[in-house]
């Protein structure tokens, strides 16, 4: 990978970069034990999980953590229970307690 580095207006330069950045690899690094510790969580403790993000303000660090969620989710229900699961809305507009999916 190769980067510009500019001095000044006039002079440039360019470095070669062979390494991996070392935030890249704290964040796999990061990501991998969240996974771990989500595939750990009891089905109950999943949906607990899925269920306080409902209704919370929408960030960037939220959305990485549902779709964690999710990923763990489909896993476990399957792509049919978890599709259907996904379609399903309950009076308030809102996705129902996936919990009572694992229980079909």
């Excluded at 990501?31 to 303000?57: H, N, P, R, Y």
């Excluded at 959305?63 to 309950?90: H, P, S, V, Y």
């Amino acid at each position: 990978m190769t980067f510009l580095i500019r001095w000044n207006h006039t002079e440039q330069h360019t470095a070669d970069w062979t390494e991996p950045d070392v935030t890249t690899k704290a964040l796999e690094q990061a990501e991998a034990t969240v996974l771990t510790m989500v595939a750990k969580l009891s089905d109950e403790a999943l949906c607990i999980a899925w269920m306080a993000t409902e209704g919370q303000t929408a960030t960037k660090e939220l959305a990485i953590t549902r779709g964690w969620l999710l990923d763990e989710l489909n896993q476990r229900l399957g792509d049919d229970l978890f599709d259907e699961w996904l379609m399903a809305i309950d009076e308030n507009g809102d996705s129902p307690n996936p919990l009572a999916f694992f229980q079909r």
